[in-house]
C-alpha cells in the first residue's frame, strides 16, 4: 500500500510545503549552530573587555565531527579574568518604636549614710576636785570660809572662784582652804570654782557654789514715835501678813530673827541675826485699809504752851 498518493488532488501540495518548511529548518540549525561565516574572521574582529564574556560556541554540535569550535584554555586571556567581589550593604535593623506607655523610672538614690565624727575625748585632768564646803552661801553675807576636798593637790595650787584667784592655805594633798570675801558673793547667781596653779600646769575639774538671794524681812516701816533726847525712839512697823503695827526700839526682834540695830526719820536699819545680813527699810505710809491702826484719826494733843 503506497504512504502518498499523488493522483488525489491537493496531495502534490502538500509534499511541495513540506519540503519547503524542511528546507527553511534545515537553514535556521545551520544558522544557530554553525553560522555562515568562518571563525577565523569573528576572532579577529573580538576585542578584550575587563570582563570576560563567554564566547558562544559557533561550530558544530558535540555530536559533529571537526571539533573546530572546542573551546580551549590556550585561546583565553587569563590576565583579563578576575575575581568578583560582593560586598553587601550592612544590615540596619529599624528603630524601634517609643512606647507611649512605659516611662522612664530613675533607679533609687543610694542613702548615703554620714559616718559620725568621733571626737577623741579629752584627757582628765591631772587634779582632782571632788567637793567644796559650803556649797551654798546667801547674797550679801559676810566673808567666810571654803575648804575644798579632792586628791593630788600640791602646795603650789589655788584656788580660783570665778577665775579670780584667792588666798589658799595648803592642808593636804585631798584638802584645801581659803577665805571668800563678801563682794565675790555680793549678789545671787552660782560661783565657778577650781583648783589649779597660776601657770596652769595644773588644773582640776569645776564645781559651783550656789549663791542665793538672803530671805527679807516681811515688814513695812510706817511711822517713829520720838522724844526730846531720841534715846527712847520708838518705830512703828506693819506686818505685811496680818497688818497689824507694833511698836519696837533698837536692839528688839522681829520674829526672832531680825534685830533693829538703827531708827531714824527715814529709815529702819535691821540685822539679821543668823546669816549676820543687814536689811534696810525705808518709811512708806503702809496700808491704811479701814480697821487698820493707821486708819484711825490720831488724837489732838494739848500743848502746854496752849495755857493763857
Known amino acids: 500500500m503506497a504512504l502518498v498518493d499523488l ?21 535556521f540549525l545551520w544558522w544557530t549552530f554553525v553560522g555562515f561565516g568562518s571563525s577565523k574572521s569573528s576572532r579577529a574582529t573580538a576585542r578584550p573587555t575587563a570582563t570576560p564574556t563567554p564566547q558562544r560556541a559557533t561550530g558544530q554540535t558535540p555530536g559533529a565531527t571537526g571539533g573546530n569550535q572546542r573551546a580551549s584554555s590556550e585561546g583565553l586571556d587569563l590576565s583579563t579574568i578576575t575575581p ?8 540596619e535593623a529599624p528603630e524601634a518604636h517609643r512606647n507611649i506607655f512605659s516611662y522612664y523610672v530613675p533607679p533609687p538614690k543610694p542613702v548615703v549614710t554620714p559616718k559620725p565624727v568621733v571626737t577623741p575625748e579629752p584627757s582628765p585632768p591631772p587634779l582632782l576636785l571632788a567637793s567644796v564646803s559650803p556649797a ?3 547674797a550679801r553675807a559676810p566673808e567666810f570660809k571654803l575648804d575644798v576636798s579632792g586628791d593630788k593637790f600640791t602646795p603650789a595650787v589655788r584656788i580660783f572662784v570665778d577665775g579670780r584667784e584667792l588666798p589658799t592655805k595648803y592642808i593636804s594633798p ?7 570675801p563678801a563682794s565675790f558673793i555680793a549678789n545671787p547667781g552660782p560661783r565657778a570654782v577650781m583648783v589649779r596653779t597660776p601657770d596652769n600646769a595644773l588644773y582640776s575639774n569645776q564645781l559651783s557654789l550656789g549663791v542665793a538671794a538672803a530671805p527679807q524681812p516681811n515688814y513695812l516701816y510706817v511711822g517713829i514715835i520720838g522724844t526730846k533726847n531720841r534715846v527712847g525712839d520708838l ?8 497688818k497689824s503695827v507694833v511698836s519696837v526700839q533698837r536692839g528688839d526682834l522681829l520674829s526672832n530673827r531680825f534685830r533693829v540695830t538703827s531708827i531714824s526719820e527715814k529709815e529702819l536699819l535691821l540685822l539679821d541675826a543668823t546669816l549676820k545680813i543687814q536689811h534696810k527699810i525705808t518709811m512708806s505710809e503702809g496700808d491704811k485699809a479701814m480697821g ?17
Not at 493522483?7 to 528546507?23: D, F, T
Not at 585631798?174 to 571668800?180: A, D, I, P
Not at 487698820?292 to 493763857?308: G, H, I, N, Q
Request: glycine residues 4%; charged residues 25%; without cysteine.
Open 136 to 138: 551654798n552661801a546667801y
Open 7 to 27: 493522483n488525489r488532488p491537493g496531495e502534490k501540495k502538500k509534499i511541495i510545503w513540506a519540503s519547503v518548511l524542511g528546507l527553511v529548518a534545515i537553514i
Open 84 to 91: 568578583i567581589r560582593f560586598d553587601p550593604s550592612s544590615y
Open 174 to 180: 585631798q584638802q584645801l582652804s581659803t577665805t571668800v
Open 235 to 242: 518705830a512703828l512697823v506693819q506686818d505685811k501678813n496680818n
Open 292 to 308: 487698820s491702826p493707821l486708819a484711825r484719826p490720831t488724837p489732838r494733843v494739848d500743848s502746854e504752851d496752849d495755857e493763857p
